[in-house]
């Protein structure tokens, strides 16, 4: 299940269960968004990204939702593996300028 | 290929030294990127770079932080006269120059640098 408490939200799932990430965004003229992961001790790694002008994109695995009425943007992680425990991190950014980071969620996937 | 690269990955220094951390870009890029990140926090914007030019260093605290992306050689982010609350892990990412309205901007992150203030 999902708990918010002085810590990362946290999300725990079962090896091979489908994992739904959310993240509420700020600024609605925000017109470009990205996921990080980011393992301990251990820099972001992109994941992947979509633009205001789709509201899905696929990858491998991943699939990026991004719903402007409500500013919410989800990641979902097919068949979910111990190895993408991580912190998930989604930024967005407005035009030119730099990436707003949100809080990150904590994803534990036990076997 | 190497990535982007950082270091030291970890420095302590006492209150009232100063901190040099370094970032070498990807190879071919041109732009660099740094970032602040405090225990189970998302990564704050500090300063943008091209060689020998800051783009924005909107994020950067007015007082005893600069940075340098020289023509040769890696980028810097100096902190002068570090203080406690100056302890966090510090990321960099690079870019190659893409062009307005570029995307996978900060695609390429480096492993950052933990520094550690007693």
């Known amino acids: 299940g999902e708990s918010v408490g002085l810590h990362l939200p946290t999300l725990s799932v079962q090896e091979g269960d489908n994992s739904i990430i959310n993240c509420a965004y700020s600024n609605s003229a925000s017109d470009y968004f990205i996921w990080y992961k980011q393992e301990s001790g251990k820099g972001p790694q992109f994941i992947i990204d979509i633009r205001s002008n789709m509201d899905k994109r696929q990858g491998q695995r991943v699939t990026v939702l991004l719903n402007k009425t409500v500013k919410h943007l989800s990641l979902q992680i097919a068949a979910t593996q111990p190895g993408d425990s991580a912190v998930y991190f989604c930024?967005?950014?407005?035009?030119?300028?730099?990436?707003?980071f949100g809080k990150g969620t904590m994803l534990l996937v036990s076997p | 290929n190497a990535g982007v690269m950082q270091n030291p990955r970890h420095l302590v220094r006492r209150r009232g030294q100063e901190a040099r951390l370094r970032c070498s870009p990807m190879k071919g890029h041109s732009h660099v990127y740094w970032y602040r990140q405090l225990p189970e926090e998302g990564l704050k914007f500090m300063v943008y770079?091209?060689?020998?030019?800051?783009?924005?260093e909107s994020g950067m605290p007015k007082e005893r932080f600069s940075a340098e992306f020289p023509k040769e050689g890696p980028s810097i982010l100096r902190i002068q006269q570090v203080v406690r609350g100056d302890s966090a892990a510090y990321f960099c990412?690079?870019?190659?120059?893409?062009?307005?309205?570029?995307?996978?901007?900060?695609?390429?992150f480096g492993q950052g640098t933990r520094l550690t203030v007693v």
């Open positions: 770079l091209q060689k020998e030019n800051i783009i924005d």
């Open positions: 930024a967005e950014r407005e035009g030119y300028s730099t990436l707003t």
């Open positions: 990412a690079s870019s190659p120059y893409l062009g307005e309205g570029a995307v996978n901007t900060e695609a390429f």
